[in-house]
């Protein structure tokens, strides 16, 4: 299996992130990091398995109806089916996971959690895509944007923190990077975006709406507020803004993509300040100039 996935990896190695790809990443992970927000606000409405729930299937509804307009083709090659279905269980425990751990804990504590992604997807690729091999530099561009992100979580209230939240989070960042490597190591990198993102919606949108009365309330008095986040989620990060990332995953090396989501944590905060009027102190732009040093690191040719 190493073996295939070795040969695999040499036939369809990708090139460094450019700066086309550069300032597609960041637009992605300023995206991200506004959805976090966006989930913690939406909770008030909603249980969190059953937010993530409609959020897939809402996202399904729109992915097919976008597929159709532009005339996209449906038919899903049958060498892609396995890695399509893991990539399908794997998103559905990564949402359900880090749903609840939002429900759990303070937004800035669990996105550096999650945002701890490109470590593990790191590991995974230095193992199994030969063309992505860590070395000192990178090593170091993983340093100093981690502690960049730890920076900032320190400058924030810790008031609500909560062990099963964190260790949540942490379980949803190792499903995401498991997801990438998944769709890198195996046919399923041959197939469109669209299809990639339409086998997780499928997947995921059926299992997190039976589950979740498992996991409490179904609906917390939701009002056009808590509606218009449940459809920003669905249509602007799930619809357009995962594409977009499946996209420049499928052109641009793993390590390299995933390093710009160190910046979601950071710009987590930044929201935080706009939107919630939470202080912000100079230690979060010493944070985003640490991110910064980092992703160049990570990415120097």
Known sequence: ??????????????????AAGAAALIGIAALLAFNQVVIKMTGGGFGPVFQAGLRSAIALIFLLGWMRVLGKPLAFPRAAILGGLVTGLLFTIEFMAIF?????????????????MPIWLALGAHVLLPGERLSGLRIAGLGLAMGGVVLALLERDAAHVSLKGDALAVFAAMCWAGLALVVRVT???????????MCQLVVSAPILLVLSPVFGDLFRDPQPLHWAGLMFQAIGVVGLGFMIWFRLLATYRANGVASFSFLSPVLAVIFGWLVLGEHVGGQVWLALALVAAGIYLINRR
């Open 100 to 116: 609840t751990a939002l429900d759990l804990t303070a937004v800035s504590r669990s996105s550096i959690l999650f945002y701890s």
């Open 187 to 197: 046919p399923l990198s041959r197939v469109s975006a669209e299809l990639q993102l």
């Open 1 to 18: 299996m190493c073996r295939n996935c070795a040969s695999f990896g040499r036939m369809e190695e990708k090139r460094p992130v450019d």
